[in-house]
């Protein structure tokens, strides 16, 4: 799927990917050191997928165009 990509969004969204991974184990690390426990493990199920490395690697991003996402969704339900 990423071979019709142009190979500079590709490297957009590896650095978007990036970021987030960072972001994610970064306040999970904030919230257990906090002695917020309970939340760390709430946080961490809602973002398990991107948290596990097997999951993380074979986790497909998808991209859609919102107008056309709108346009679909009117003509289903003329």
């Known amino acids: 799927m990423m071979n019709?990509?142009?190979e500079e969004d590709?490297?957009?969204l590896s650095?978007?990917?990036s970021d987030l991974i960072i972001?994610?184990?970064?306040?999970?690390?904030y919230l257990r050191d906090s002695g917020r426990e309970d939340d760390a493990v709430y946080?961490?199920?809602e973002?398990?997928?991107w948290l596990s490395p097997?999951?993380?690697i074979n986790e497909s991003t998808t991209f859609y165009n919102e107008n056309e996402l709108q346009e679909l969704y009117?003509?289903?339900?003329?």
């Open 4 to 6: 019709d990509v142009p």
């Open 10 to 12: 590709q490297l957009r």
């Open 15 to 17: 650095e978007v990917r």
């Open 23 to 29: 972001w994610i184990v970064e306040r999970f690390r």
């Open 43 to 45: 946080f961490a199920d």
């Open 47 to 49: 973002w398990y997928e």
């Open 54 to 56: 097997d999951d993380y």
């Open 74 to 78: 009117k003509s289903v339900n003329d």
